[in-house]
């Protein structure tokens, strides 16, 4: 079992950055695949980045390509989410996750774990 907690959200301008971490706890929770989803009011909730165990391979939504970077800190069990150059269409609740699986996968049914979320608001 895996517990994760999201941190960091909150209400900035469009143009800001915002860092949000999720803190993992349980058995060998370093050797889990995570990634970040999200969720708009009225949106089903879609991927937005995904990292490898050994934190060496992400793979990004097009939409937030060159401005979010998803990092893991294992030494920490802790997986990073900086957003920068943030719009208000990246207002979502903002989900951690993770995966036993050891590829990078997109789909939210790869993943058996999950936060409860961290609301980030961006005004324009």
């Known amino acids: 079992q895996v517990q994760l907690r999201e941190s960091g959200g909150g209400l900035v301008q469009a143009g800001d950055s915002l860092t949000l971490s999720c803190e993992a706890s349980?058995?060998?929770?370093?050797?889990?695949?995570k990634g970040w989803f999200r969720q708009a009011p009225g949106k089903e909730r879609e991927f937005v980045a995904t990292?490898?165990?050994?934190?060496?391979?992400?793979s990004y939504t097009d939409t937030v390509k060159g401005r979010f970077t998803i990092s893991r800190d294992n030494a920490k069990n802790t997986v990073y989410l900086q957003m920068n150059s943030l719009k208000p269409e990246d207002t979502a609740v903002y989900y951690c996750?993770?995966?036993?699986?050891?590829?990078?996968?997109?789909?939210?049914?790869?993943?058996?774990?999950w936060g409860q979320g961290t609301q980030v608001t961006v005004s324009s």
């Open positions: 349980g058995r060998a929770s370093n050797a889990y695949t």
């Open positions: 990292i490898s165990v050994s934190g060496l391979l992400q």
């Open positions: 996750s993770a995966s036993e699986g050891g590829a990078l996968i997109a789909r939210q049914s790869y993943y058996g774990y």
